[in-house]
């Protein structure tokens, strides 16, 4: 057995007298990655904020490197080697590699200057000790997402971190870059730096991880080597129940000449939408598929009138409609769940209720004599919603910075629905969030097809697509390659391949 590097014990944590984590246990030895599983409120980012320093808790006690200690801030970890990546970049796009690596802690000269020739040589030994191949001249906003995480984990690590804490990695990365963060990740660990990694995607985890903590409600369920367990295991482990992957099939098909709900004709837009042309029936779930870069975001982006289409048409139930706003959207009943929710999707200082009012307010569905808000009807749908969504929180008139990730994406959905739409724009409607949540909103979407709405669902997780589309459509540098129906696709891998010949 390795040396145990750091070991929390007996941890506890209260929240407003509610407990959150509760006489936790957690071991990490030296040289492994350790994979901290659990669903959204399970207690992962709260004991690792502990870990971290930005908590502290009621009950237990934390020993590194044997000793115990006392970590009152980020400052306190970093003295003990702990370093933590967040899910959100921390990076200055405006700076270089360089800067950001020592930012704070920059080189000077004898006149007490910057001196940033100096880390940029500096930064280029690190970066070749890692393994990575990056000019720290670049400046952070030239880089590709996958990139900026490296960038992250040699900014962390350059503080002399023996212990790194990585909360949902590869959440915004491409395969490629996933690959590449995997090997980065490998040559850490034979360097002896132990790594915490937390995450929802069950195959990475088995690809990555040397051992697997799972959390339930708090409460410690198992620590095992990962060559013990399956992956049906461990999610049954995070769930506490046997796991249903089955997601509700549809019956769905339209008779030739039937009216498209939705119908796109030869739709440009100078941000990466080239001739685009397709149709969503009523009943239908389309799924968009595509490598990074593809143009995914951009179509739905400027089918909601984020950036208006330059030419082209759109009909909305055999209607021609003029998009030129999120407004217009609205007004032909459409709705967009965009990829990032808490920069485009939610104002996480605000309320779940006053998240909810938003697209309400204007619609004018909430106006009281025309006036001002009718408060207690906008609280009414904002309850049934948080209900029916099955939102986990104690009050709608919580700030939604408050809550977990998945349930921060549950408000974002529902308060959509709230609108009652015809047509639904998701994109990655899954991303972070845990085994649970996932399945409820893929069930969500195939009850809202049922239901007689077109879901329109863009994700990188192919599996996803396939579980709940009708038919799927390959885009490429913004324009659309290919159309296939559901049962065509025969599996996973023969997905993945059509995507990388498009």
């Keep these: 057995m390795r040396p145990i590097v750091a070991a929390m014990r007996g941890i506890v944590k209260e929240f407003n007298h509610i407990r959150v984590l509760d006489q936790v246990h957690f071991e990490l030895q030296q040289g492994e990655i350790h994979a901290l599983l659990g669903e959204n409120g399970a207690g992962k980012s709260t004991l690792m904020k502990i870990l971290r320093g930005v908590y502290y808790p009621e009950e237990g006690e934390i020993l590194i490197g044997g000793k115990p200690v006392r970590l009152r801030s980020a400052q306190d970890a970093r003295a003990n080697g702990v370093a933590m990546v967040f899910q959100e970049f921390s990076l200055v796009p405006s700076l270089t590699v360089a800067q950001n690596i020592f930012l704070t802690r920059e080189s000077r000269s004898r006149l007490g200057l910057i001196d940033d020739r100096r880390d940029k040589k500096r930064a280029t030994a690190l970066l070749r000790e890692m393994g990575v191949e990056l000019d720290p001249g670049l400046r952070v906003e030239q880089l590709s997402t996958g990139y900026r995480q490296l960038t992250e984990i040699v900014a962390a690590l350059s503080q002399d971190a023996q212990i790194l804490i990585l909360d949902e990695p590869t959440a915004s990365l491409t395969h490629t870059e996933t690959m590449a963060l995997f090997s980065l990740l490998r040559r850490l660990r034979e360097r002896g730096i132990s790594i915490i990694y937390i995450s929802h995607r069950m195959e990475e985890v088995f690809q990555i991880a040397d051992r697997v903590t799972v959390l339930r409600d708090g409460k410690n369920i198992i620590t095992e080597d990962i060559q013990n367990l399956t992956i049906q295991q461990v999610i049954e482990y995070i769930l506490g129940r046997k796991a249903n992957d089955e997601v509700p099939r549809s019956a769905f098909q339209h008779e030739p000449g039937y009216v498209p709900l939705l119908e796109v004709v030869r739709m440009n837009c100078g941000r990466g939408v080239r001739d685009v042309s397709f149709r969503l ?184 697509l396939l579980a709940v589309s009708d038919r799927i459509i390959i885009l490429k540098e913004g324009s659309i390659v290919q159309e296939m129906q559901r049962s065509d696709i025969q599996s996973e891998q023969q997905l993945h391949h059509i995507l990388q010949g498009a």
């Excluded at 400027?302 to 706003?325: C, D, H, M, N, W």
């Excluded at 006053?354 to 009281?368: Q, S, T």
């Excluded at 104690?394 to 700030?399: A, V």
Aim: proline residues 4%; charged residues 25%; aromatic residues 4%.
């Design 281 to 464: 029936y009523s009943g239908e779930v389309l799924g968009i598929a595509g490598l990074m870069g593809s143009g995914r975001t951009e179509l739905a982006q400027t089918l909601f009138g984020i950036t208006p289409p330059q030419s082209g048409e759109i009909y909305v139930r055999g209607k021609r409609v003029v998009i030129a706003s999120p407004e217009d959207s609205m007004r032909a009943r459409m709705a967009f769940i965009p990829e990032d929710r808490r920069q485009q999707g939610l104002i996480t200082m605000h309320t779940i209720k006053d998240n909810f009012e938003l697209p309400l307010v204007v619609l004018g569905r909430l106006a009281k004599r025309k006036i001002w808000v009718d408060d207690r009807r906008s609280a009414s749908l904002a309850e049934t919603y948080v209900q029916q969504l099955k939102v986990r929180t104690d009050s709608i008139y919580k700030e939604v910075r408050l809550l977990s990730g998945g349930n921060q994406q549950k408000i974002v959905i529902a308060k959509w629905l709230s609108t009652d739409p015809d047509i639904l724009i998701m994109d990655e409607p899954t991303a972070g969030v845990d085994i649970g949540t996932k399945t409820e909103i893929l069930e969500c979407v195939r009850q809202l097809a049922n239901k007689g709405k077109g879901v329109l669902i863009i994700s990188s997780e192919l599996q996803e």
